[in-house]
């Protein structure tokens, strides 16, 4: 028989996770008087503690064992139920793979409100912050909380400039790649190796070297990147021009050459302007829980950054754009393929074909940031003097997509993949590249989530439980007998 932990009262661990996989109830128990407890945790736009109310409990029955979970108050969306003395009361660990039911922090950076497809950043909607904002007053607001003034803004401005630069050494460290690594293998290794450089700013609870190592970040994420690139081409590396806009000195480093002064459209400054500030940030995804897990050893922040980054760089993360441009193009190459055969095709079951672009794990109304997308494609497109036939597919698909009842009724809308990449590519950036522009735009929000982690009193390191349900203990069998 298999032992288990003892729970409370007669009942043990195993006869309560019977009982929770059979007949746990969650009981609402109203607001008790006197009863309501307090979770502490640490407001990052001025560093102060605030109070999270947990008045409303919630009370589980489980055989003979029982407990009041306390209820989290949210300001906006989803309110919380705290499990945290579930596994200490009852002998029992909730069971969430994907953990698309948990909430392992309370958070003030960004909220997603899926049914009505709303994304707001401190409160502000993404589509003021798109229409009004430069990429790098996202980056403030999204580390100090609020809306940077003129002189906040430049003097942040200015000190990222000061930062772009990396050290000659790290010359060496590029060329020591082969030709095809991967941008995204180069981009995350050299976060961590610039880290070897700023060893006395690693301290979580430094405020100051926080702050710096921010700064150093953000300003060299763009030189690391468009290394990457040049590295993959054979091309010389260019060096950031201080003189230029954040976006303008990327796209500089990308697609400019030593000999000659390169010239930046402003139309296309602005496109990417918006497609870094739609990626800035979005919740507790793969990537940011990476970043506040690995974090919450007391990693410094390069190497949790560069942990996030990896994350990123799987296809059901970050690689989405790219099986969009190949689902286009596939569909695009294909003589037979029409738009309606495609539609049957994504509602057919045993079709090996997936409609990729569409859905979206929290969104069930349009993702806010495809709308905007799609706006800026057409602009990039038409500026460029280009009639990609794959935007003319793509609106298409969405069109015919939003008439169909399957898709209506499943609330499969357009998400951020499904127009980001048409863009990436009207730019001219490779297919390999559209995940380090992901990384780019989502480094401010890494960064403020990393930050947010570390001045949480009531954090502690991340370690998930797990259910054995391997082979119980048995008698070893030396070599000789087996």
């Excluded at 979770?39 to 064992?65: C, F, P, Y």
């Excluded at 000195?249 to 402003?266: I, R, W, Y």
């Amino acid at each position: 028989m298999r032992s288990s932990p003892a729970a409370t009262g007669s009942s043990t661990g195993a006869s309560l996770l019977r009982a929770l996989r059979s007949s746990t109830t969650l009981l609402p128990a109203g607001k008790v008087a006197g009863t309501g407890r307090r979770l502490h945790s640490v407001d990052s736009r001025v560093a102060q503690v605030k109070e999270v109310n947990l008045t409303d409990q919630v009370h589980i029955q489980a055989g003979d064992g029982s407990l009041d979970l306390d209820r989290i108050e949210a300001t906006l969306g989803m309110d919380g139920v705290n499990v945290s003395k579930l596994r200490a009361s009852l002998g029992v660990t909730a069971f969430d793979p994907g953990f698309a039911n948990t909430a392992g922090t309370v958070s003030s950076i960004t909220h997603i409100d899926g049914g009505a497809g709303s994304l707001h950043h401190r409160g502000y909607s993404i589509e003021d912050l798109t229409e009004h904002c430069s990429f790098l007053e996202i980056a403030y607001l999204l580390y100090f909380g609020d809306l940077p003034n003129s002189t906040q803004l430049a003097e942040w401005t200015e000190s990222i400039r000061l930062h772009t630069l990396l050290s000659e050494e790290m010359k060496r460290f590029f060329d020591a790649f082969p030709r095809a690594a991967h941008p995204m293998a180069i981009l995350s290794s050299a976060t961590s190796a610039i880290s070897t450089f700023y060893e006395e700013f690693h301290d979580p609870t430094d405020p100051e070297a926080v702050e710096q190592s921010a700064r150093r970040l953000i300003a060299k994420m763009p030189t690391i990147a468009a290394w990457a690139y040049k590295k993959s081409i054979g091309q010389p590396y260019v060096y950031p021009r201080n003189d230029l806009g954040y976006v303008e000195n990327f796209l500089h480093m990308m697609f400019g050459l030593p000999v000659e002064e390169s010239k930046v459209d402003p139309v296309i400054a602005r496109a990417l302007n918006a497609l870094l500030i739609l990626h800035a940030d979005h919740g507790q995804n793969c990537s940011t829980a990476t970043v506040r897990f690995v974090g919450s050893s007391r990693a410094n922040m390069f190497g949790s950054v560069a942990a996030g980054m990896n994350a990123l760089w799987g296809p059901l993360h970050g690689g989405a754009n790219q099986a969009v441009i190949e689902m286009l193009q596939a569909i695009h190459d294909d003589p037979d393929a029409t738009i309606e055969s495609t539609i049957a095709n994504a509602k057919d079951k045993d079709h090996p074909f997936r409609l990729m672009g569409f859905g979206h794990r929290v969104y069930k109304n349009y993702d806010p940031r495809a709308r905007i997308l799609e706006q800026h494609a057409h602009d990039v497109l038409e500026r460029q003097g280009l009639n990609d036939p794959l935007l003319d597919i793509a609106r298409k698909l969405e069109a015919a997509a939003r008439e169909d009842d399957y898709f209506v009724e499943r609330n499969l809308y357009p998400n951020v993949d499904f127009y980001s990449g048409l863009i990436f590519r009207a730019l001219g950036f490779p297919m390999r590249m559209f995940t380090v522009l992901f990384a780019i735009g989502r480094l401010p929000g890494w960064i403020a989530n990393w930050k947010e982690m570390a001045e949480d009193p009531v954090s502690r390191i991340s370690r998930p439980r797990q259910i054995y349900v391997g082979e119980t203990p048995r008698d070893f069998v030396p070599l000789a007998d087996r």
